[in-house]
């Protein structure tokens, strides 16, 4: 489970970002859906504003082991956006779209990851999309990176890859379904926060 030690957001905030992301995921979901040929389903999306030296607690299991979809968000309201899969799950995924089984293991397989880092273009592109038009901000994203790496070592690779920020803002929301079980973040770089809220009217 996720500690909430969200500091920083007023409720209206919250409630706004809140209601975003869920529109924007909503239409990553029902690419997903159409892809996979399956009914995906997602949770309530987690908004929180959280010092730098907690963000370790945004991750349930820092060890477990992951497929991560990601990309730079530039525009507007630039930012890092990120999906997480759960191994096994990806594992099943890929299999399913190439019809074939992952002899060799996802780290090793090409055509696996190749698969994957689409699915994941489609969901994180469609969730970006939402947000541009929702938002009316100039929204683009560069060419994702794939990795299979533990769910720790993913998120300090992606706030390597950013300037540093006392206060993080992550975005979440979860995917399930028969065939899909994973994480979409949305990670505002400084300054972007404030972007996407005056677009919200706050």
Not at 23 to 50: C, D, E, F, W, Y
Not at 68 to 97: C, M, Q, S, T, W
Not at 115 to 128: A, R, T
Not at 133 to 139: D, G, M, Q, V
Request: glycine share 6%; with cysteine; proline share 4%.
């Amino acid at each position: 489970m996720i500690v909430d030690i969200t500091t920083g957001l007023s409720p209206e905030q919250s409630d706004a970002l809140r209601e975003l992301t869920n529109i924007g995921a909503s239409h990553a979901a029902t690419a997903l859906s159409k892809l996979l040929k399956t009914r995906v389903t997602l949770n309530v999306p987690l908004v929180q504003m959280v010092p730098f030296q907690h963000v370790s607690r945004l991750i349930p299991d820092p060890s477990a082991l992951v497929v991560a979809v990601y990309l730079k968000v530039v525009g507007d309201a630039p930012g890092k956006a990120l999906f997480l899969f759960e191994h096994e799950n990806a594992l099943r995924i890929a299999e399913l779209l190439n019809a074939a089984p992952c002899s060799q293991g996802l780290h090793q397989d090409e055509m696996a990851l190749s698969s994957l880092k689409e699915v994941g273009n489609i969901l994180l592109g469609s969730f970006l999309t939402a947000l541009a038009r929702l938002t009316k901000l100039y929204l683009n994203f560069s060419v994702p990176a794939i990795a299979v790496d533990m769910a720790g070592a993913i998120y300090d690779a992606v706030l390597l890859d950013a300037e540093y920020m006392d206060d993080w803002v992550f975005i979440q929301t979860n995917f399930a379904g028969n065939q899909v079980k994973g994480t979409l973040a949305f990670l505002p770089d400084t300054g972007s926060l404030n972007i996407l809220l005056g677009a919200l009217g706050l």
